[in-house]
């Protein structure tokens, strides 16, 4: 169990974390979801003890990580899966981290062989490729078999095989009855992994519920809709309860109805329609758009699609 | 394991295995064989050139001719020989250790890399998630680099002492163990390398930054060395040249080592060598200061 209260961190002019609470709850994958420079990294920094928060607190177990008896063993995290001594070896990395916590090197064979190492655990880690790095980073995690797993984007630059090996491994800590908090930017990889979801956006909490919750809250129904008479159209979906956006080219989204509600109001007042369905907006969308006005760094790309604060369901 | 609760030994990680993990990583990497292995060749190599130096400065002034070959009054030479000969047999432990010199750069780069390639190379972060004590952790680190230190400081400084005593015997101007004060100088070589090893691990600390903490320690231990040779003293009758002389890092703790008192160096041996230490445990106090305040 993590729980953050009031979590601040600020670093001279810039409030990475900006007063976030919320917890972590075992049994289940949890991810931690902002976009790039949200402040993901940062919170699980405070987590670990690397940095102190300017406010707030936040314990694992009922305790910061300078308190824990076995670090190791209630707690294990992949950060940054190049932050090793390039010049040590596998096995030599992950023995001087086991015997901090007086975890045998026994242990050490035990994840070098769950996370496929076994064959290059002499070898020097800078020979290492992406993909045996983040392996690395994921052994060190494992080696106290803690209750607790953090994952900071461990899926960024890996192969379509690599991704898969590290989604079964957390479904696979998680059904054990672990407790796992893995970050992404992306949301199609959490509406993969993710039981629930943790939203941040410029270190504010956006959302704090489960992943059906955010997809129903989020993922609006719209109605897409062709026809020669939009500004007729128009007017009586915005009459009837309608939000009507112009595609251009005669095109029409409408959110608030269903396709049924929008074809009766065409054939009650004669207009004609040419294209009729539903639509949905794509959850990867509904995360831009909820998160837009939390980007750090906007990029300079034209974008004239009108923005949709999404404050709907269990928003915080 | 069946569930979230988990059953962990009594107690708590410690200092015990945090030692041993710093010993592995401090055992796993090249960088220490090779920067060692340079310690002692450098010490071992330079004590003997130099003592080989000094037999031919003997054998020249025997042979009736200065250094440079200038010719001796037939008279003087005699007497120049018993002077040089007595002046060499005096100093013969520190001029076996003169490569210490050079050596004090090597183990500076050592103690500042102990501590400034986890930063480099990112590694701090996964130590301090996996053993976030911080005071153990610094406290383990320096006590396995300041025995590795001691350790080859130690063998590095006796082996420069018999190989120099060899090359000086063939003039008969070599010394012994047994003579008053020459197992200090030789044992003082010894912890002289270790204390600057340490010096440079609390640089390296406080600095975080390998060529940063590299660079101040060579400052420190070599370039105010050399400078206090070139400067002039400050104003005479105010307080002279040596009062600052011997608190400069290296005059100070070389006096452990330096047989011969060489006149601006007022410290006793260990009284200097104390002063040393008290920089060096200045640089590690403000390092583990640091380290235990700043974000990592």
Known sequence: MIEARSLTKRYGDTLAVDNLSFSVEPGKITGFLGPNGAGKTTTMRLILGLDRPTRGTVTVNGKTLEHLAWPMREVGALLDAKAVHGGRSAYNHLLCLAQTNNLSEHRVD????????????????????????????????????????????????????????????????????????????????????ADHLIVIGRGRLIADCTVDEFIAANSRQTVRVRTPQPDQLAKLAAAAGGTVRDDGDGVMIVQGLVPAQVGDLAFENSIRLHELAPAHASLEQAFMELTASSVEFHAGIPDDRPRHPAHAGKVA | MGGAVMHHPAGRAGFLGTLRSEFTKIRSVRSTYWTLLALVIACVGIGALFSWGQTQRLMRISGGTTLRGRPLPPGAVAGAVAHVAAEIRSSAASISLFGLLIGQLIIIVLGALVITSEYSTGMIRTSLSTMPRRGTIFAAKGVVFGAVAL??????????????????????????????????????????????????????????????????????????????????????????????????????????????ANGINPFSPWIGFGVFCGYAAAAIIAGLFLFRKRDA
């Open chain 2, 151 to 260: 350790v080859t400081g130690l063998v590095t400084s006796f082996l420069a002492f018999f190989v120099g005593q060899a090359i000086l015997s063939t003039q008969h101007v070599s010394t012994t163990l047994g003579q008053p004060d020459v197992p200090r100088t030789v044992i003082g070589g010894g912890l002289f390398l270790a204390v600057c090893g340490l010096l440079s691990f609390g640089l390296g600390m406080v600095l975080r930054h390998t060529a940063g903490a590299i660079a101040t320690g060579i400052g420190l231990m070599f370039v105010l060395w050399i400078l206090s040779g070139f400067l002039p003293g400050p104003p005479s009758g105010w307080f002279g040249q040596a009062d600052i002389d011997k608190w400069i890092p290296f005059n100070a703790g070389s006096t452990i080592w330096e047989h011969q």
């Open chain 1, 110 to 193: 035990e994840v070098l062989a769950l996370a496929g190492l076994k064959d290059v655990a002499r070898k020097r880690s800078k020979g290492f490729s992406l993909g045996m790095g983040q392996r690395l980073g994921i052994a060190a995690a494992l080696l106290g078999d803690p209750a607790i797993l953090m994952f900071d984007e461990p899926v960024n630059g890996l192969d379509p095989e690599g991704i898969l090996w590290i989604r079964n491994l957390m479904k696979a800590l998680a059904a054990e009855g672990r407790t796992v908090f893995v970050s992404s930017h992306l949301m199609s990889e959490m509406e993969n992994t």
